[in-house]
């Protein structure tokens, strides 16, 4: 998988870490609310990342970088928007964290007259107008580097349907920043999310790191993943070095298999994030796919050159019927 602020180069590989085996349930009672709800904000991020499974802030707020892919639909949650812009919401990158910092975001609870749920809506001067590329984060995303209070020894994380703030910073990250307050809070009148200058929800430091240093993320993502992977379950394997990875029977959705460049989200299945099982594929609405990198999946063994011969013949065959 690439994972890159640019396309090609840099290679993600999850084989040498991933091990399978856990057991699929067909069911699971009471799933849904075992998930975090986003609109509780950090205190949902803490029951769930911290106390259940036992991750840091650091690990948690890595882990939501996977967010830099894919999209809310009201038709599923509620929420309507993308993490981050057309092309980066196709690419698994660290830009789930440049977006959120050095974005300006507003709360907002309807997109283009559609009533969605109480979410952070894109502010600065260059964010996209219509509807389909709207940009959002929830408020278990912008929680994690902003914090609002009466003073600065009173600060809890926001919450957009109580914070009436614009968050923002005034300074770069990633190479990337909306620019002055009017700038960045698109001429609202709204008070600041805390202080410009220095973000202070709970994982700030380290959205920031994450944002300016693409490698120090995808090292703490590893290892939230195999936590997050692997979690209660007993005598995982590992996946063998020259082992084709589509031969493997995982029962696991095969996130150790080479993919293309722009994957589609690696759903987890046993930390499923969202309230709906998310569709595992962003869609092509918006943006142009960046050019995948086709998978060196090896043919599979079983059929042999005699059995390809006789499939390309049959389909020959069906084509001169047409
Ligand atoms: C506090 C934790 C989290 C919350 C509240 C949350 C919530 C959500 C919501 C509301 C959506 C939009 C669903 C829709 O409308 O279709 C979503 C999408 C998504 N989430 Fe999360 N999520 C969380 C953590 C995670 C984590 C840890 C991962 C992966 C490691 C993840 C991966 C994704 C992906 C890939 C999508 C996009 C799906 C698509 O484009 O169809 N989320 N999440």
């Known amino acids: 998988m690439e994972a890159s602020r640019s396309p090609g180069s840099g290679r993600l590989n999850f084989d040498t870490t991933f091990r399978y085996g856990r ?28 106390n259940r499974m036992g991750l840091s802030w650091r690990s948690a707020a890595a882990l939501m970088g996977v967010h830099s892919l894919g999209r809310a639909k009201i038709e599923n949650s509620g929420f309507h928007g993308w993490w981050s812009d057309p092309i980066n919401s196709r690419l698994f990158n660290n830009d789930y964290f440049v977006s959120l910092i050095s974005k300006g975001w507003v709360p907002e609870t309807s997109v283009h007259t559609r009533t969605v749920k ?44 109580i914070h009436d703030c614009c968050a923002w910073v005034n300074f770069a990250v990633g190479g990337a920043r909306c620019g002055n307050r009017r700038q ?38 590893k290892t939230a993943w195999t936590r997050a992977t692997e979690n209660g379950a007993q005598g995982l394997k590992s996946l063998e070095p020259d082992t084709p990875a589509t031969s493997v029977p995982s029962p696991v959705p095969p996130i150790a298999t080479p993919v293309p460049t722009v994957a589609p989200a690696p759903t987890p299945a046993t930390a499923a994030p969202s309230p ?23 043919e599979p063994t079983r059929r042999g050159k005699k059995g390809r011969g006789r499939k390309r013949r049959r389909l020959k065959r069906n084509i001169g019927r047409k």
């Not at 219509?130 to 609002?148: P, Q, V």
């Open 276 to 298: 709906v099982p998310p569709i595992a594929t962003p869609s092509p609405t918006v943006a142009p796919a960046p050019t995948p990198i086709p998978a060196s999946t090896p």
């Open 23 to 50: 057991t699929t349930n067909s069911d699971c009672p009471g799933a849904a609310e075992l998930l975090p709800n986003p609109s509780r904000g950090c205190p949902a991020v803490e029951e769930t990342f911290l």
């Open 118 to 161: 109480s979410q952070w809506g894109r502010s600065d001067v260059q964010r996209d107008l219509s509807f389909d590329g709207h940009e959002m984060m929830l408020d278990t995303d912008l929680c994690l580097a902003f914090a609002e209070g009466p003073n600065r020894r009173a600060l809890t994380p926001v919450l957009s349907s």
């Open 184 to 221: 960045c809070c698109g001429g609202q009148n709204a008070d600041d999310c805390g202080r410009p200058g220095n973000p202070s929800g709970p994982a700030a430091a380290h959205v920031l790191e994450f944002g300016n240093n693409e490698q120090a993320w995808i090292r703490e993502f």
